[in-house]
């Protein structure tokens, strides 16, 4: 089925939740309400004809300038059919939350650990939203456009020092 077969079906079965369809670059993105980002990932993943059984990745986006400042952007592909849509859902800045999909998907565990900690959208319902790649006591989130590219003032990692102990050797090893 093609991709923009796939944004028709969804635009019939959810017309109020679906916002927008555009095709770009061989791609085509389907912007939905997040209110009901769960039963619309259900449908995909359980309709057989689009039997969408894999979450190639999940991530946050940035647009600091918008109203709803966040998006979740999921790739979905159907293994069994060999076809792909994109998901977005637009996530406001005063209420960064969007339900979780590990329930559709148990590979959405660590994707959405990683935005909640790049980007701090919440993931509802997610069964363990601890910090992933920073940690546990940093403060902010660093893939956000208003995040200090230095960090913030006054603040360093306290294993700092243990690092580049570890690294004093890379050049003289050849590593770095």
Same mark, same amino acid.
């Given at each position: 089925?093609?991709?923009?077969?796939?944004?028709?079906?969804?635009?019939?079965?959810?017309?109020?939740?679906?916002?927008?369809?555009?095709?770009?670059?061989?791609?085509?993105?389907?912007?939905?309400?997040?209110?009901?980002? %769960?039963?619309?990932?259900?449908? &995909?993943?359980?309709?057989?004809?689009?039997?969408?059984?894999?979450?190639?990745?999940?991530?946050?986006?940035?647009?600091?300038?918008?109203?709803?400042?966040?998006?979740?952007?999921?790739?979905?592909?159907?293994?069994?059919?060999?076809?792909?849509? %994109?998901?977005?859902?637009?996530?406001?800045?005063?209420?960064?939350?969007?339900?979780?999909?590990?329930?559709?998907?148990?590979?959405?565990?660590?994707?959405?650990?990683?935005?909640?900690?790049?980007?701090?959208?919440?993931?509802?319902?997610?069964?363990?939203?601890?910090?992933? %790649?920073?940690?546990?006591?940093?403060?902010?989130?660093?893939?956000?456009?208003?995040?200090?590219?230095?960090?913030?003032?006054?603040?360093?990692?306290?294993?700092?020092?243990?690092?580049?102990? &570890?690294?004093?050797?890379?050049?003289?090893?050849?590593?770095?």
């Amino acid at each position: 089925m093609e991709p923009t077969e796939i944004a028709n079906r969804l635009q019939e079965k959810f017309p109020l939740e679906v916002e927008e369809a555009r095709s770009f670059r061989d791609q085509v993105f389907v912007t939905v309400r997040r209110e009901r980002i %769960l039963d619309i990932c259900r449908y &995909l993943y359980g309709a057989p004809d689009l039997n969408m059984n894999f979450l190639t990745d999940l991530c946050g986006v940035d647009y600091p300038e918008r109203k709803d400042r966040f998006e979740v952007v999921y790739n979905l592909y159907s293994l069994k059919f060999n076809h792909r849509i %994109l998901l977005k859902a637009r996530v406001p800045a005063d209420d960064p939350s969007i339900d979780s999909v590990v329930s559709v998907w148990s590979g959405a565990n660590w994707h959405e650990r990683e935005a909640c900690d790049m980007y701090g959208i919440v993931f509802n319902g997610h069964p363990d939203l601890r910090r992933i %790649l920073m940690p546990e006591d940093w403060e902010g989130f660093p893939q956000r456009k208003d995040y200090p590219l230095k960090g913030k003032e006054g603040w360093e990692y306290r294993g700092f020092e243990d690092t580049k102990e &570890l690294h004093s050797h890379d050049r003289e090893w050849n590593i770095g």
